[in-house]
């Protein structure tokens, strides 16, 4: 009965969050909703998800910004069932306001490390991967897409730099080269559990190792290709892109590049 009540009552304030013409109500009752929705079971907080999801039309971007701060939150906690959440963050990507987007990357690089650790380990434990968990990494792929385009295309100083951190932590996690452990640790901080592509040469279902690591290099060249435009490039974000190329090999080829350019 105290779930039943709890999630009516997330319920009135979510109706409240996405109709009320005041936006402190919409923001009060958004901080109310988060914390109810915090403590209630995965499977009961997922019937409410529509109603987060309709709150991505909102015409106010604090109300926006809020919301993934609630996907943030909830999400992991209920992966199998945040199908109907996820799409919000691919939508963000394109959101009128930077700082919507910029939160929408680094909530998606925790989500996709995530979403990753769950399809390996889910086919390594059973032999398989749920259809739920399939369409999310489709989700994740598209993700990653989004983010690629953001880090190429002229744009926010600070969106950018996001993005190019993303980018960092695709090569990290597709590279088979990388073999320091402290680098996967750090990329998928929190789950206690570091990954490296080579644990996909037995074969996997959805991810493909030769495909995501040539995926990577492709995307570790556009990287130093980026180099040969640097002189046009805001400080910081060469700085940024000769970090991740750095982090992600020590190949002559890669340092021959860099000096090259007059990095």
Partial sequence: MVIVDSRDQALSLLTAANNHAD??????????????LSSLDS?????LFPYLADLQRSPYSLVRKFLIEIIEDIALKAIDHCSILVPVLVAFLRDAD???????????RNFFCNVLEEMVLQFQQHGKVDRWLE???TWMVRFKEGVFSIALEPGPVGTKLLALKFLET??????ADNVDSEKFVEVTR???????VSWLSGGHPILDPVALTTDANRTLFVLLDMLQSANSLPGCVTITVVY?????????LVF????????
């Fill in 23 to 36: 936006l402190a109500v919409k923001l009060s009752s958004l901080k109310q909703a988060k914390d109810i």
């Fill in 43 to 47: 499977s009961f907080a997922a019937d």
């Fill in 98 to 108: 930077s700082d919507v987007v910029r939160q929408s990357i680094a909530c998606g």
């Fill in 135 to 137: 369409e999310l990494w």
């Fill in 170 to 175: 695709y090569v990290l996690l597709f590279t």
């Fill in 190 to 196: 929190g789950s206690g559990w570091t990954f490296n």
């Fill in 244 to 252: 991740c190329i750095i982090v992600n090999t020590s190949h002559c």
């Fill in 256 to 263: 021959e590049k860099i000096w090259k350019c007059g990095v």
